[in-house]
């Protein structure tokens, strides 16, 4: 399909009938749609497979009966939070309520324009905007995922959404300092932000052996800025009901629970990114075997889509094995481990850096 | 044009707008209406009329982190210049080093002091 929609550009410009703006917008807009499709696909399939695990790991079979082993589940749940009674509670405040489900989605949908998920194919980079302040794009825009969160619980003007949203708030800036301390030492390596260039500068070595503290901090910090287990206490079913999103139905409510996956597979996307060398092929030299092809393009996209769908995994896994922290025991970590850990990082890099030269 | 890499981003965020923009539009629309119902107006409480404010007074402390958070993080904005330029400059001699300890110094003394003062404890 790829190749026929290729062709059919290739023929236009040939017939003379599209201009360079024409062609360049189209296949953004293809790269875009590609994108955005597999994303929303990859959210509804870590529902289920979500759904699947764990009941596997509590010794049930979860749901199996929709479709071949289930594999139409989250078709059958989207058409049924699609069809269900939009209801707007009276007590709340309308504006704010209706747009923070969108604020907590949105983020995840536009932050993923910086990742290259692949090398080329037939000549055209694989990312849909190589920007020099690629790491920037990403933290600032996820940033604003708290907004959404914030307003719910502000909006919703009930007691379990307000405390939920105000944990989350504090929770969320607290990991976001030790987010951004723990990867200044991967571009104090490459020696930029570009995140194409991050990867370029992981062929050989994979920086999470390099960075393996850094590694670690961005890990932990990104299970608590995507609300996961051991960090889900704004959404602690056993204090808060459902936390935030407690007076939320319908289409509203999923695009929180979108938001939340969307986040994940954001979260993953950049750990791959940044530490696991991205789109590379660990050993194998692809393009000696394959040469420079559509072919090798697609297994540079493959590679990239099977790291990802590995930290998906770990993303469940733990879920599903660890208990929820205590407030105090969170921020603590947050602040008095993360934080320090985090700036002893960077010294160590710099002082190694400055030994080397 | 300088602004030109930066189209395909704006792009991405005009998709990622215009499908969350009919995710709040569209399910109004061809949904099923219920008949009105007191309980759907009224805040979920596990079940009880719900007592006082729905916005209840909460703990100082979530004011303060908000304010050490702005603090902090204006401080790590200004490590990612110099983070990427560190490589190159190291090559002219090791001030790009101690200019950036001599500011980590500083960050890690307010950081001790916070610490000490206790802001940093949840009781």
Known sequence: MVNHAADIVVHWVQAGMATPWLVWLVITLMKCGAVVGVMMGMVAYTVLAERRFCAFI????????????????PVADGMKLFLKENVLPGHVNKVYYVLAPAITLFPALATIAVIPFGNRLGGEKMVIADLNVGILWVFSLAALGVYGIVLAGWASNSKYPFIGGVRSAAQLISYELAMGLSVIGVFMLAGSLNLGQVVEYQSHCWLVLKQPLGFLIFMVAMFAETNRTPFDLPEGEQELAAGYNTEYGSMKFAL???????NMV?????????????WQVPFIPVEQWLGCSWLSG????????AKLAAFLFLFIWVRWTLPRFRYDQLMNLGWKVLLPLGLLNILLTALVLAGQR | MIFAEYLPAALQAGIALAFVAAMLIVPPIVAKKGAPNPAKDSAYECGLPAAQSGRPRFSIKFYLVAILFVLFDI??????PWAVVYKEMLREGLSILFSMLTFLAILFLGFLYVWKKGALDWK
């Open chain 2, 75 to 80: 401080e790590v904005v200004f490590l990612y």
């Open chain 1, 256 to 262: 929180f629970f979108m938001g939340e996956y969307a």
């Open chain 1, 266 to 278: 954001v979260a993953s996307a950049v750990m791959v990114t940044l530490f696991f060398g991205g």
């Open chain 1, 298 to 305: 697609m297994v540079y996209i493959g590679c990239f889509l």
């Open chain 1, 58 to 73: 509590q010794d049930r079979l979860g749901p199996n009966r929709v479709g071949p082993f289930g594999l139409l589940q």
